[in-house]
């Protein structure tokens, strides 16, 4: 019997566009549902929140693969990551190498978690979030209401809150101009920091190295930065009427 060769489609920019642009939309649109639902379902909330995490890990797969449009590429890396729901939530991070807007929650105290999840993988919040679960080691069933801590829930809203801020503006600053431009182009930086290791003191040199490359470089990388740093701005001052529990900082 002959096996099923494993198809890995190739998309085409307007097919990576618009699952991008919906990556997006849809994390945000979750992260309005989650801030809606947080008075009386704070654990249905946290859920939520985790879900557009990483479906803003998804964008950034697809801002990648924008790359693979004019250079040899396996898209197997693209669709590995299609249903890797661990590695979406953690990808989503990577947003910040591009604007360094951080979470902090309760700095002064024990549940300092900057966005990382208190539960040995973030994809787990989600189950707790919407399942009873059974807790071997106490012998009994709890449920979401019982199961999830109000700083669980600040940690995530946070989060995405400021990561899918940076998601967004990126997107609507490559928007401007010529759009299929901006995005091929960009995408080499987007697809570095996926797959490199890169640390947030890397970027100002990778930044200044891309610019220097050709005026259309500069003037797409200076559009980029003008537009984040607007969103910080609005971010750090939206962060002062913050409660108590959580902080936004750069």
Same mark, same amino acid.
């Given at each position: 019997m002959k096996t099923r060769k494993k198809v890995t489609p190739s998309l085409n920019f307007e097919q990576l566009y618009t699952g991008?642009?919906?990556?997006?939309?849809?994390?945000?649109?979750?992260?309005?549902?989650?801030?809606?639902?947080?008075?009386?379902?704070?654990?249905?909330?946290?859920?939520?929140?985790?879900?557009g995490q990483e479906e803003l890990g998804k964008s950034l797969s697809f801002l990648s693969a924008f790359y693979f449009l004019e250079h040899n590429a396996n898209w197997t890396w693209f669709w590995n990551s299609w249903r890797d729901h661990q590695l979406k939530a953690?990808?989503?991070?990577?947003?910040?190498?591009?604007?360094?807007?951080?979470?902090?929650?309760?700095?002064?105290? /024990? %549940?300092?978690?900057?966005?990382? !999840?208190? $539960?040995?993988? *973030? =994809?787990?919040?989600?189950? +707790?979030?919407?399942?009873?679960?059974?807790? /071997? %080691?106490?012998?009994?069933?709890? !449920?979401? $209401?019982?199961? *999830? =801590?109000?700083?669980?829930? +600040?940690?995530?809203?946070?989060?995405?809150?400021?990561?899918?801020?940076?998601?967004?503006?990126?997107?609507?600053?490559?928007?401007?101009?010529e759009k299929k431009g901006n995005y091929v182009t960009f995408s080499e930086l987007a697809i570095r920091v996926c797959s490199e290791e890169i640390y947030q003191q890397d970027m100002p040199n990778i930044m200044r190295e891309f610019s220097s490359r050709s005026s259309y470089h500069a003037a797409l990388i200076h559009n980029v930065e003008k537009c984040l740093e607007q969103c910080q701005e609005a971010m750090c001052s939206m962060s002062k009427n913050t409660e108590k529990e959580g902080q936004l900082t750069t």
């Open positions: 991008y642009s919906k990556s997006v939309e849809n994390a945000m649109d979750l992260l309005d549902a989650a801030l809606k639902t947080w008075g009386d379902h704070p654990a249905v909330a946290l859920g939520l929140c985790e879900l953690h990808r989503a991070f990577l947003y910040e190498l591009f604007s360094p807007l951080r979470v902090i929650i309760d700095p002064h105290g /024990p %549940s300092r978690m900057e966005g990382f !999840s208190a $539960r040995p993988k *973030i =994809k787990y919040e989600k189950e +707790a979030a919407f399942y009873v679960e059974y807790l /071997p %080691s106490d012998g009994k069933f709890v !449920s979401p $209401r019982d199961n *999830i =801590k109000s700083v669980e829930v +600040a940690n995530r809203t946070g989060t995405l809150l400021c990561l899918g801020a940076t998601a967004l503006t990126l997107k609507n600053a490559l928007d401007e101009g």
